[in-house]
């Protein structure tokens, strides 16, 4: 069972990974667009695991 705890922590790893990520000297299209999408999961998560009623 997925707990909130564990939801509101891995939003903030996703997000600080993508953050990390983005600011690499990486300068392809498919490189900002995946670690937007990462960023964009771990919001996701972040604010389902605040959400949520557990």
């Not at 600080?16 to 937007?36: C, M, P, Q, R, S």
Request: glycine share 14%; proline share 0%.
């Amino acid at each position: 069972m997925i707990t909130k705890k564990r939801l509101i922590i891995l939003g903030i790893l996703l997000m600080v990974a993508g953050f990390v990520a983005a600011n690499l000297e990486i300068d392809t299209k498919w490189h900002y667009f995946g670690t937007g999408i990462e960023f964009g999961v771990g919001i996701a998560l972040l604010v389902g695991g605040l959400r949520r009623k557990e």
